[in-house]
C-alpha cells in the first residue's frame, strides 16, 4: 500500500498510456463483435503485424534520436501510414481467407472461432519464420536487416527524443506519455463520429442491429463486413506505433497476451460499445499498476483477469453496455 500511495501519479499516468494501447485494439474487437456477433481472436496478429510495418519504416529510413524534431515527426508519420496500411490489410486478408465462406455458408459460430484461432496462429509462425522464408526466396542478404533474429525482441528505435513536459508531484510527464493519451482519445472520438455520422457508419449500425432488415433497405451487408474490418485493422496499426514509441520493442508473438488484455477491455467496457472500448482500456491498464503496485508485480496478469471476472459476474453487459446496433445516431 506504501508503494501504490508514494507512486500512485506515475501508476496512474503509465496505467492510462498502456490503457490507451489496450483501449485503441479493443476496438476491432468490439466493432467485429458487434457487426457478426463474433470474437476475431486472430486481432491480436493485425497488431502485431503493424508494429512490425512500424519499425522496418524506421530501418529502411534510419533515423535516429538525433535527426531533429521535423524529420522524427515526418518519420513517425510514415511509420505510422505504414502501420495502419499494413494492419489494415492483414485484417482484410483475415477476413478473406478465415471468415467471408464460413460467414457465406452461415457457418456454426465455434467453427469460425476456431478458424479464427488458426489464423492467429498461422500468422505469428509467419511472422517467427520471416528469416527462413527471405532464405527460401534466396533474398536472405538484401532482407536480413528486417529479418534476422527473427525469434527474438525486435526493438523501436523511436526517432522522437523523450522528455518531460511537466510535473505532478514526483512523476515528469513525458511528451511521449501526452502523445499516446491524446492520441487514443482523438481517434475514439473521430471512430465514433464515424460510426455515428458516414454512411459507412451507419451501415455497420444498421447491419449490426439486424442484417436481414438492412440487407432489404438495401445494405450491402459484405461490404459493410469488410470495411469493419478494415476500420478494427487500421486502429490496430496506429495503436501498434502509440505502444513502440512508449515500450519500444515487439516480436512474433507479442500479440497473443496484448490482444488478450484487449478483448478484455472490450468486455469491461462493454463488447460491441465502441466508447466503452477505450473506457475498458483505462480501467484495465490502470487496475494493472494499482494492483501490481499491491501484489507485486508477477500478479500483474492476474489482476486483469480477476477484474475481468468481477465484471462479468456483476455486470455481465460491461461497464457501459450499450451494443453497437443500439447505438444513438
Known amino acids: ?30 466493432l467485429v463483435y458487434g457487426v457478426l456477433q463474433l470474437i476475431n481472436f486472430a486481432h491480436s496478429e493485425v497488431w502485431m503485424f503493424g508494429s512490425f510495418a512500424a519499425v522496418w519504416v524506421t530501418v529502411a529510413i534510419g533515423a535516429g534520436p ?3 524534431i521535423a524529420v522524427a515527426i515526418g518519420v513517425l508519420l510514415l511509420a505510422l501510414l505504414a502501420a495502419m496500411v499494413v494492419s489494415g490489410a492483414v485484417a482484410l486478408l483475415i477476413e478473406r481467407v478465415a471468415y467471408r465462406r464460413l460467414i457465406r455458408l452461415d457457418a456454426p459460430k ?25 532464405e527460401a526466396l ?25 522528455h518531460g513536459v511537466f510535473n505532478i508531484g514526483r512523476y515528469t510527464v513525458s511528451n511521449v506519455d501526452i502523445i499516446i493519451i491524446v492520441s487514443a482519445l482523438v481517434m475514439m472520438v473521430a471512430l465514433d463520429q464515424f460510426i455515428r455520422r458516414t454512411h459507412t457508419g451507419r451501415g455497420i449500425r444498421a447491419v449490426a442491429q439486424d442484417s436481414e432488415a438492412a440487407a432489404l433497405m438495401g445494405v450491402n451487408r459484405n461490404r459493410i463486413i469488410r470495411a469493419t474490418f478494415l476500420v ?11 505502444y513502440l514509441m512508449r515500450f519500444g ?3 512474433w508473438n507479442a500479440g497473443f497476451l496484448l490482444g488478450v488484455k484487449a478483448f478484455t477491455a472490450a468486455v469491461l467496457g462493454g ?38 471476472v468481477v465484471i462479468l459476474l456483476f455486470r455481465p453487459s460491461g461497464l457501459l453496455g450499450e451494443s453497437l446496433g443500439r447505438a444513438r445516431a
Open 66 to 68: 538525433d535527426s531533429g
Open 138 to 162: 534466396g533474398l536472405r542478404d538484401e532482407l536480413n536487416s528486417y529479418v534476422r533474429s527473427a525469434r527474438d525482441n525486435t526493438r523501436f528505435l523511436n526517432p522522437l527524443e523523450t
Open 271 to 308: 463488447i460491441g460499445n465502441v466508447r466503452g472500448a477505450l473506457l475498458g482500456g483505462f480501467v484495465l491498464g490502470l487496475a494493472e499498476n494499482y494492483g501490481s503496485a499491491l501484489v507485486g508485480s508477477e500478479w500483474r496478469d492476474v489482476v486483469a483477469f480477476l477484474l475481468l
Open 232 to 242: 478494427g485493422g487500421v486502429m490496430a496499426g496506429a495503436a501498434a506505433l502509440l
Open 1 to 30: 500500500m506504501t508503494f501504490l500511495l508514494n507512486n500512485f501519479v506515475e501508476l496512474t499516468v503509465t496505467g492510462l498510456v498502456l490503457g490507451a494501447v489496450y483501449g485503441l485494439v479493443a476496438l476491432g474487437y468490439t
Open 249 to 251: 520493442v515487439t516480436r
Open 110 to 134: 465455434l467453427v469460425t472461432l476456431i478458424s479464427a484461432i488458426g489464423a492467429s496462429f498461422a500468422l505469428a509462425e509467419i511472422m517467427g519464420l520471416r528469416d527462413r522464408l527471405a
